[in-house]
């Protein structure tokens, strides 16, 4: 079947620090991964996302590679803001519109 | 460009009330999703359509949940009657196209059962 597993929360970081969430997937087929970021009171905004193996998908100074030999999705970001906390997302969808979404990484970034 | 539109953000009502949602996709997408979010989680889904057919309700609690797509457009996700346990956001999204298109999310609507 399909699904998605990433790093639980929440994640606290101080500005300018690095980092990473961990997602890894289980899928048929060749999926497409995503991530999205969740604002307070709002929707989900696509943040990145790569179609096939190798591709990188890159936004807002954020990056993940899709990885197929490791089945994983990792998010990174080298330096990040305040304005960088919420929530994240990792997501596959297959080539019948169907969508899977992990449960969602809190991130708080402090000055 | 408009985004996807929903409709009320915020609901309370009292158990066993009626309530409903109201889903604007943007103009062209034949694919739209209802989704549950519950606090702390991912969303999941209630029901997907393209364009007037539901193709997926595999995951709605039909007895008392029901949604409707008329011409294929607007979108209506109904619960009657409400449970303590439906307290959650509903999100609707959509997609342009065949294959794993980018999904985009409406604000949502919070729902609060007292």
């Known amino acids: 079947g399909n699904s998605v597993t990433q790093m639980e929360g929440p994640v606290t970081l101080s500005e300018e620090a690095f980092l990473t969430i961990n997602c890894t997937y289980t899928a048929t087929g060749y999926p497409s991964l995503f991530w999205y970021v969740q604002y307070p009171g709002e929707g989900l905004q696509l943040l990145l996302k790569?179609?096939?193996?190798?591709d990188k998908g890159s936004n807002k100074g954020f990056e993940a590679t899709y990885r197929k030999e490791t089945t994983s999705f990792h998010l990174e970001k080298g330096s990040v803001q305040v304005s960088d906390s919420a929530v994240y997302f990792c997501a596959l969808g297959n080539t019948g519109n169907q969508f899977y979404f992990g449960t969602g990484t809190s991130l708080t970034v402090i000055p | 460009e408009a985004g996807v539109v929903q409709s009320p953000r915020y609901k309370i009502i009292e158990k066993k009330q009626p309530v409903a949602f109201w889903c604007n996709p943007i103009?062209?997408?034949?694919?739209l999703y209802w989704y549950l979010q519950n606090l702390g989680q991912g969303p999941e889904l209630l029901i997907r359509?393209?364009?007037?057919?539901?193709?997926?309700d595999s995951q709605l609690p039909k007895d008392r949940f029901s949604a409707e797509r008329l011409k294929g457009v607007d979108s209506t996700l109904k619960i009657q009657p409400a449970e303590l346990g439906d307290s959650a956001v509903y999100l609707c999204?959509?997609?342009?196209?065949?294959?794993?298109?980018?999904?985009?999310f409406g604000a949502g609507s919070r729902l609060t059962v007292l």
């Open positions: 359509y393209e364009n007037e057919e539901a193709v997926d």
């Open positions: 103009s062209g997408h034949n694919t």
């Open positions: 999204a959509s997609s342009q196209g065949s294959g794993a298109n980018v999904l985009t």
């Open positions: 790569a179609t096939k193996a190798d």
